[in-house]
T-cell receptor
Framework: AQKVTQAQTEISVVEKEDVTLDCVYE???????LFWYKQPPSGELVFLIRRNSFDEQNEISGRYSWNFQKSTSSFNFTITASQVVDSAVYFCALSVDNAGNMLTFGGGTRLMVKP | DTEVTQTPKHLVMGMTNKKSLKCEQHMGHRAMYWYKQKAKKPPELMFV???????INESVPSRFSPECPNSSLLNLHLHALQPEDSALYLCASSQHTQGAGYNEQFFGPGTRLTVL
């Protein structure tokens, strides 16, 4: 069985601070996929990134960066110079099915960025 | 068009009502999903359709009845719901091309359902 843990339930920062959201996963499968989704107050889950288990390269996209470390089973997400619009709930998710049918979500981290 | 649309945005219904939620995508995706999300919780998978056929039913009560009339549409028919069924219902779709790498799911904005 798969499990995703997001230990931080809520984080509050002041605008322009950097913030890291932690994600730890558990799976016995050697092939798996990791995701981050953003859920703003409007409700829609917005896909941010996918990583497969064979690709440990870190990724940067603008103010967002992701650190994938198989040795610690972690896939952490950092927002640099946070903005109020970053306020949302962020979910980390895992799948071991390459057809994408079964996503195991973490409990989510609510990020509040104050002006 | 990279959008999944859902109607209605909000729905209030009594326990004896029959209503339907609608989801539509025009991305050519062949897998579609229904999720239920309670406040401050992650989404929970309810159903998966692959190529218009029900492939996964996560032991959902029969008062929820999914339907996939064609590759672009997904419905969720509701009947005799309970107040505890009040939640945000999310629809998602993905390409579902097995063996070609992972296909991420794209979500709609959801329908906020309140059962009185």
């Amino acid at each position: 069985a798969q499990k995703v843990t997001q230990a931080q339930t809520e984080i509050s920062v002041v605008e322009k601070e950097d913030v890291t959201l932690d994600c730890v996963y558990e799976t016995r499968d050697t092939t798996y996929y990791l995701f981050w989704y953003k859920q703003p107050p409007s409700g829609e889950l917005v896909f941010l990134i996918r990583r497969n288990s064979f690709d440990e390269q870190n990724e940067i996209s603008g103010r967002y960066s992701w650190n994938f470390q198989k040795s610690t089973s972690s896939f952490n997400f950092t927002i640099t110079a946070s903005q109020v619009v970053d306020s949302a709930v962020y979910f980390c998710a895992l799948s071991v099915d390459n057809a994408g049918n079964m996503l195991t979500f973490g409990g989510g981290t609510r990020l509040m960025v104050k002006p | 068009d990279t959008e999944v649309t859902q109607t209605p945005k909000h729905l209030v219904m009594g326990m004896t009502n029959k209503k339907s939620l609608k989801c539509e995508q025009h991305m050519g995706h062949r897998a579609m999903y229904w999720y239920k999300q309670k406040a401050k919780k992650p989404p929970e998978l309810m159903f998966v359709y692959s190529y218009e056929k029900l492939s996964i039913n996560e032991s959902v009560p029969s008062r929820f009845s999914p339907e996939c009339p064609n590759s672009s549409l997904l419905n969720l028919h509701l009947h005799a719901l309970q107040p505890e069924d009040s939640a945000l219902y999310l629809c998602a779709s993905s390409q579902h091309t097995q063996g070609a790498g992972y296909n991420e799911q794209f979500f709609g904005p959801g329908t906020r359902l309140t059962v009185l």
